[in-house]
C-alpha cells in the first residue's frame, strides 16, 4: 500500500546502496539481492506511516452532522458533553475537564478529558458514559477505540469524544496541553 515516488521519464531513481547487482558471466542475466531481512525491516519501517494515512483518511470519511448554527444548539452539545462528564465523576474519575473545541476545530465541538486510576477503572468509566448517555440522551458512540488495553478509551459521539485515560497515558499525551488554547472547564 506504499506510495511509490514520481520520477520524470528522462531520469531514474538512484541506486539503493543495499542492493547488490551480478551478471552471470554464463547467462549474461542480472540477478538483484538484497541484504538478509531488509524486506522485512522495509515493511516494518512503512507500517507506521501507513496507518497513519489509513488514521488521517478515516477523519476525513468520519460522517459529522453539521456544526451546530445556533447558541442553542451548541448548548445541547455542551450539555451531552457535561451528561458524560458527571457520569465518569460518579464512577471515581479524576482530573474530569471539558475542552471547548468549537471554533478550534472543524470535527467536533468538546473534548472531555478525564482518568481513572487504572485500567479496570478506565474500562468502567467508559461503560458507565455509555450507559448514561444512552438512558439518558438516547445517543450511542459513533466508534470505540482502545478498549483491548484500556489505557486510552476514546468514544467518538461526534460532537463531542470522550477521552479515558490511565494516569500514564494522559500525562504521555498531554491533550489538555495540546490544546491549551481552548477554554476548559473542570467538572467535580
Avoid at 500500500?1 to 558471466?25: A, F, K, L
Avoid at 468520519?62 to 458524560?84: D, G
Avoid at 473534548?111 to 455509555?130: F, P, Q, S, W
Amino acid at each position: 500500500m506504499g506510495v511509490e515516488p514520481s520520477v520524470p521519464n528522462d531520469q531514474s531513481p538512484p541506486p539503493d546502496p543495499s542492493v547488490t547487482h551480478e551478471t552471470s558471466p554464463s547467462t549474461g542475466s542480472v540477478s538483484t539481492e538484497t541484504p538478509a531481512g531488509s524486506d522485512e525491516v522495509a515493511r516494518a519501517a512503512a507500517a507506521p506511516m501507513d496507518a497513519a494515512r489509513l488514521d488521517l483518511g478515516a477523519l476525513s470519511l468520519r460522517e459529522r452532522p453539521s456544526k451546530p448554527e445556533t447558541a442553542a444548539e451548541l448548548e445541547a452539545v455542551h450539555e451531552r458533553a457535561l451528561v458524560a462528564a458527571q457520569a465518569a465523576v460518579g464512577v471515581k474519575a479524576e482530573d474530569v475537564k471539558i475542552l471547548d473545541m468549537h471554533e478550534l476545530v472543524s470535527y467536533t465541538d468538546y473534548l472531555l478529558l478525564c482518568t481513572g486510576r487504572n485500567v479496570r477503572l478506565t474500562k468502567r468509566i467508559a461503560e458507565d458514559i455509555a450507559f448514561r448517555l444512552k438512558q439518558d440522551m438516547g445517543i450511542v458512540p459513533n466508534g470505540i477505540e482502545g478498549t483491548g488495553g484500556n489505557e486510552w478509551i476514546l468514544m467518538d459521539y461526534l460532537d463531542f469524544i470522550v477521552h479515558v485515560f490511565t494516569p500514564e497515558a494522559r500525562a504521555f499525551y498531554r491533550l489538555d496541553v495540546l490544546w491549551k488554547q481552548a477554554f476548559v472547564e473542570v467538572v467535580e
